[in-house]
């Protein structure tokens, strides 16, 4: 029984996981400028895979995270989607949250600041093209391999 438990501690303890990531980045630029605030997704080509997601920094910088905080992604085939949505007008609710509340004192502010705004629901706008955010039509791919790094750099246009 002792040699039993000793095989099992010794496979859940240490050496490589079949979910092994490969650290991925990258740059997202509209018409030459970098976009800050975008959702870059890498979604597997296959069924049964998993996505990778980030978000640009202020010089349009992205690391992917799969399972670990900028981890980067699976090895595999990708589609890539990038979108830019922000809510119009601010959000009341959000801005109302000021640190150091407890959790309910933060609920109650969001709430009677939503309620104080008239807003009924909220507007988004998107400040990339439709298409980026569609795997379908983005035309934007990434194939992820084992043992090194990979930067991936995604050049958007506004027509």
Do not use: W
Request: proline letters at 7%.
């Amino acid at each position: 029984m002792l040699v039993g438990l000793v095989v099992i501690a010794s496979h859940g303890c240490g050496g490589g996981s079949p979910l092994d990531t490969v650290p991925v980045s990258g740059t997202v630029t509209l018409d030459g400028t970098p976009v800050e605030g975008a959702t870059v997704v890498f979604a597997p080509t296959a069924g049964d895979g998993t996505a990778a997601t980030g978000i640009t920094d202020r010089n349009g910088r992205y690391l992917l995270t799969t399972l670990a905080p900028n981890d980067g992604a699976l090895p595999g085939s990708y589609m890539v989607m990038i979108s830019k949505t922000e809510r119009e007008g601010g959000d009341p609710a959000a801005e109302a949250v000021k640190p150091g509340m407890t959790p309910e004192e933060a609920t109650r502010a969001a709430m009677e600041a939503h309620m104080a705004s008239g807003q009924a629901e909220a507007e988004f706008v998107d400040h990339l093209p439709a298409r980026y955010k569609n795997p379908g039509a983005s035309g934007l791919t990434a194939e992820v391999a084992r043992g090194e790094r990979k930067e991936f750099d995604f050049e958007l246009t506004s027509d």
